[in-house]
């Protein structure tokens, strides 16, 4: 496949903000952005039972993904004051 995996890489990073969302939702953003790259996670297998989880820019796509939401949930935490002041000390 020819594609720049950077721009990917940099879409997944840049363009998807939390709001009040679900682990439902967040993920329907996921399978959305993976969709609209025609990435898909792997081939089926030989049998045609199942599927064989091997593809290299799905992985990259998915961990990217969970960094991004990771990283917003600690800026939050670190950052904003989210916390609510009786968890923030004993």
């Not at 990073?13 to 679900?22: R, S, V, Y």
């Not at 917003?72 to 002041?85: E, G």
């Amino acid at each position: 496949m020819d594609r720049e995996i950077s721009k990917i890489a940099e879409q997944l990073i840049t363009k998807h903000k939390l709001q009040d969302e679900t682990i439902k939702t967040i993920l329907e953003v996921f399978f959305d952005f993976v969709r609209k790259n025609n990435i898909k996670m792997g081939t089926k297998s030989e049998d045609g039972v199942g599927i064989i989880s091997n593809n290299p820019e799905w992985t990259m796509c998915l961990d990217t993904f969970i960094m991004a939401i990771t990283q917003q949930i600690q800026f939050a935490l670190i950052f904003l004051d989210d916390v609510p002041d009786d968890l923030q000390a004993y």
